[in-house]
């Protein structure tokens, strides 16, 4: 039986929400994890709560399910944070919840008592969904454990609109969910302090990180585009030509042949200054160049014309229109007007070509520097 990866601390208050939500509905797939999910949507009620953004109802359906499906047992060690959720049914779900977790009426209000003496004021806010907020701050608190060592957590682009009693309240929901227990001492026993950060710092290590894990996922998905394309690409124009990936030479030269997108990722993405501006095109026609040519990324040039069409024809039999013209045979570097530009992709043996050509024009170059020296500008 597989076993699903938990949702960690930082999955459930930094995920979008449609990743979010995609795994909390795997989440609620699983027989083994149903007490689990349960607290986890409940703290993505309390990160509702604080952002701007909306969180609320997320896997409505498939919470709902779990509470008028499943097994009484499975759901009896939360059973009392059922009635955070009591928004998400209609009355007359609701009522069948409640007689299938608790034996009458009496015993639902003695289970939950504490919980809806804390949070029964919350509920507006733990349901409130997008909102415009009349400005943003990171939320940085410190808590106590169990053990009465401290840590801290920070909320990000939260809306400061609650009051001291409100901010505390909702955060003292944390401090009742197991999933956050660490070595099995509860990490968010008390607050002791929280404070408003201005959301721009002057510096922010985390968002640096964020944005190079962003543009990593943007290289790998043009990284599988390519490889769809390349693996229809021919050796050569010439008929009954075999595919290039497929030929000897490639196989046997090539340091791409035979991997992994993965271990091709790692190779060909190695040392790459990413520049965010780069034309998208130009960024696959350099990928492409450095597929063919056994090149890392940061040593290809785009010497494959790419205008966002190989894609297209990433799962058709590519023929000499769009695969091994190039723009010597095609007699001319403009499109005409009117006309749509058709993609250009030059064969391996005039990539060979036109790489040798480049390293010869590069040696004599700096023969003549060695020789002459630079003209000084006057």
Known sequence: MTTIANLEQKHLFKLTRKHLEKRVITHCQDNSSIA??????????????????????????QICSLFLERSPEDLSPVRHLCVYFQAYFS????????????????EFLAV????????????????????????????????KDANGKKHRFTFKNADPCYSVQEINDLLAILGTLTIF????????????????????????????????????????????????????????????AGLLIESPKFIKTNC?????????????????????????????????????SGLKLKDAKPMIE???????????????????KSKKQTGTNTPKRGKKK?????????????????????????????KHGHKKKR
């Open 36 to 61: 689990y999910v349960v607290q986890c949507a409940v703290a993505i009620l309390v990160r509702n709560a604080f952002t701007p953004l909306d969180f609320s109802y997320l896997a409505k359906d």
């Open 342 to 370: 058709s993609s250009t992709f030059l064969s391996a043996e005039e990539i060979q070509k036109k790489k040798d050509q480049w390293e010869y024009e590069q040696l004599m170059r700096k023969a003549y520097v060695k």
């Open 306 to 324: 790419y205008n966002g069409e190989l894609e297209d024809n990433a799962g058709k039999e590519p023929n000499s229109a769009n695969v091994t």
């Open 256 to 292: 791409y042949a035979g991997k992994t997108p993965e271990e091709v990722a790692k190779h060909l993405f190695d040392d790459f200054p990413f520049d965010p501006s780069i034309d998208q095109n130009v960024l696959m026609s350099r990928i492409l160049t450095a597929l063919v």
């Open 112 to 143: 939950t008592k504490e919980t809806r003496s804390r949070t029964d004021h919350l509920h507006a806010m733990l349901h409130s969904g997008a909102r415009e907020p009349k400005e943003l701050v990171d939320i940085a608190t410190l808590f």
């Open 91 to 106: 009355k007359e779900d609701w009522h069948k919840v409640i007689q299938r977790l608790f034996k009458n009426k009496k």
């Open 181 to 240: 227990q660490k070595d099995g001492v509860q990490r968010f026993a008390e607050i002791v302090r929280y404070i408003y950060v201005p959301t721009t710092p002057v510096y922010d290590a985390e968002k640096k990180t964020e944005e190079v894990n962003d543009w990593q996922e943007t290289l790998y998905a043009q990284l599988i585009k390519a490889l769809k394309v390349i693996s229809h690409v021919k050796v050569n124009d010439k008929p009954g």
